[in-house]
């Protein structure tokens, strides 16, 4: 019954290579996100995604590059890792619409991502 | 862009008293305020949020307050136990038209002695 989840939920790596975090949600949203948080806990967007389409690209390096092959899902895709890269990436969802009305972003578990 | 300021970043509390979290935004344009709690290894909860339109919301020890004018909205803990300790950030939204990101303060790290 899991509403976000994320895998894997650690990752340790090398520097310069080439990594994926994946994001599923099962309820129903719309709208997914990738929120980094660094190790002063401050959390970043980075991006966000309605229905497959990219809505939010917060001046994140293109080594980053977020897939969404339908809505329930949002994969992180990291290339050339560095050591500055190492984090907690979140991914979030909700139910949002152009009408307004603001709801809940559900957060997933979060990834620790170690880039050595 | 908007950016959000929260403060303080450390906060003790005896367990039974009050705690109060204080965060400003920049653009008045941000109409809604989430807060959420972190406890630590685990993710973010919303715990109560408000909207442009409201000055005050409570849920039973929880309360948020708003001054538009000021821009500025506060967090309330009353009679607090000790598994209200964690993370708690507060964060601003300009809606749909800026993707409805959140913005986040820096968070304040709650901790209440028993």
């Known amino acids: 019954d899991t509403a976000v989840s994320q895998t894997p939920k650690y990752l340790v790596t090398q520097m310069g290579n080439d990594k994926s975090i994946k994001c599923e949600q099962n309820l129903g949203h719309d709208t997914m996100y990738w929120y980094k948080q660094d190790s002063k806990k401050f959390l970043k967007i980075m991006f966000s995604?309605?229905?497959?389409?990219?809505?939010i690209n917060e001046t994140v390096p293109n080594r980053f590059s977020p897939k969404s092959p339908d809505k329930a899902h949002l994969n992180l895709h990291i290339n050339s890792l560095e050591l500055g890269d190492s984090a907690v990436y979140f991914c979030?969802?909700?139910?949002?619409?152009?009408?307004?009305?603001?709801?809940?972003?559900?957060f997933g578990p979060g990834t620790r991502l170690t880039v050595l | 862009g908007e950016n959000v300021e929260q403060h303080p970043s450390t906060l003790s509390v005896q367990e039974g008293d009050s705690a109060v979290i204080k965060c400003t935004y920049s653009?008045?344009?941000?109409?809604?305020f989430p807060w959420y709690k972190q406890e630590l290894g685990k993710r973010p909860q919303l715990i109560i949020d408000?909207?442009?339109?409201?000055g005050e919301k409570k849920d039973q020890r929880i309360a948020v307050t708003l001054n538009k004018t000021a821009k500025h909205f506060s967090l309330h803990i009353t009679e607090t136990q000790p598994e209200d300790s964690a993370v708690y950030f507060c964060a601003a939204s300009m809606g749909w038209e800026y993707g409805n990101k959140l913005v986040f303060g820096a968070g304040t790290i709650l901790r209440v002695k028993s």
């Open positions: 995604y309605n229905n497959k389409e990219l809505i």
């Open positions: 408000i909207r442009s339109n409201v």
């Open positions: 653009d008045s344009a941000s109409n809604y």
């Open positions: 979030a969802s909700s139910q949002d619409s152009p009408s307004g009305g603001y709801n809940e972003q559900f």
